[in-house]
């Protein structure tokens, strides 16, 4: 006790903390001026008509009553964002998991194919979009052609038609981010299960899938749900990909809600509106982040006093 | 008993039995990743063979994976395109900018949380974590407007680069401070009897012990100003201002020409945008994977 009171009041203690708070200084800067400043705005405007260009007048919660009965877009892009994280987050994740079990074999020559597959995900977003709406083009992309000449079937148009659109860029985002940073850290994952637990369930009599499912998964169950909040939040995010190869069309086919925002603040400039949308945005992010966090706890099993 | 002996006397063609088995696991597995990998690769390694085609080749029935004639000149000519030199170079200011920045105030940043003890620190790294859970739309507007009509900077690279000199993102200061925490304090203890200062002690003995750590935040941070097109698109409308991304967008959109098909140089260009990430990954895939290994990142 004497000893704290003490250590708290010495210059030298006062020294330290004057130090620390420096070392602090570049992000307590950023995130004053970038990021606590700005979501005062935000609110603020989310209760206003604002147009940059002239004064925002206030107009109470009219934003968020317009977001709900008058716009158009509002649902249905909640809808096709809703469809698209729903089809890429467990493909995608059950994908990442099964390619690094496949991987983690002690092989020769695994590095190489986690090289190969960790590939795509290092070409970056615009580049691979430009490149899959060109393999994916109807009349002359190859993909399409090759369907033809080999079972003389006449594949889908993809990016030209309202049904296919959203197909198409699932299967995009799936081939850029399978192999990606996610699977590193189930590699990981995987790795950092003790041979110990192995040995015990063999000598238990546990053949190949009974230890994959009794031992593998629940070690990395922690993994799974790291990896399942960072792709919800990556694919209820969804934007570039949508913007670049369609912008949002066929008829309104890939207008997601990122983009629904987006083109509502800067491209018709209704940023009050706009910051409301961000709003309901943010508020179901957190409340689905949340309901994860509360399910967690049935299924994550942490080792230790974790 | 009767398990036992017939265990014992069929060992040997038991465990050849075993190996054979094992190998056959192993060489699916190999068939598998094989299939898998040409799948993967497939977009990509086309994408390279028709940036090397003419521009009729790449319409051509049936579609032939290489070309005829290897067009080398094609990479000339989109190099020499002079808004193509200009887009890249931008890119090479931006990132150039950013990543030193990012690098350096997150240390800084990492440092404090990792090493001192001052009143609200748990609070303040409770609001960082917090931020990543904030989706950027909701700061995207405000952050504009301020840019905008305090500052000026439409049309500028500052919006671009200014993030990065503030900490460069929570996850890149939780990363390092996550790395920092696992080199023991003796060695600060140490360096401090023999009279060093807090920032001696940082640069001398705790950076050099970072360099993975460092080195994964740097390709991150170089990877995700590389590939970012929303801040671009946002605050860049001039196109000699553009960077690839948008760049690269552009020449997309550009209305086909009916004379003759640009699809070769517009995957030209896809593939030089795609060199310096997959060089700077390649070069320091060993770095990097220890890094994301180490810093704690898989729980």
Redesign the interface.
Known sequence: MIKESRRRSSPARRR??V??????S??????L???F???L??VY?SFTSYD?ISRERWIGAQNYIDAFTRDDQFWPSLGKTAYYAAVTIPVGVAGSLL?AI??N?R?R??SV?R??????S??????ST??????LQPD?G?IN??IF?TTGVIAPRWFQDPSWAIPALISLAL?SSV?G?RM??FL??L??VSAELYDAAKVDGAGAMARFRHVTLPMLT??IF?NLILGI?GA??V??SA??ATEGGPAYATWFY?LH??KE??QYFN?GY??A???L??TL??VL?WVQMRLARSWVYYDGEK | MAIQSVAATGSATHARAGARRRATILWLTYAALTICGILFCFPFLWTIATSLKTGIETRQIPPQFLPEIVQWQNYVKVWSAQPLTRWFTNSLIVVGLSVPGAVLTATLVAYSFARFEFPLRNFWFMVMLSTLMLPYEVTLIPQYIIYQKFFGWVNTFWPLIIPSWVGGGAFTIFLLRQFLMTIPRDLDDAARVDGANSFQILWSVLVPLCRPALATVAILQFLREWNDFLGPFVYLNDPKKFTMSLGLRFFQTLPESTMEPQTHLLMTATVLMSVPAILLFFSFQRYFVQGIVMSGLKG
């Open positions: 330290q903390i130090e620390a708070y420096l070392y602090l570049p992000w307590l800067i950023g995130y001026a970038l990021t400043i700005p979501v705005l935000s405007y940059v390619l496949f991987l074999v092989a020559g695994t194919f090289t190969l597959f960790f590939m795509p290092l070409i970056p977003i615009v580049a430009v490149l899959w709406f060109w393999l002359w190859p052609r090759l000449n081939w192999g940073t590193v850290i990981a994952g790795q950092g922690p993994t790291f939040i209820l995010q934007f570039t913007l670049v990122a925002i987006y603040a800067f940023m706009a910051s949308l961000a709003w945005f943010a992010v957190i982040t």
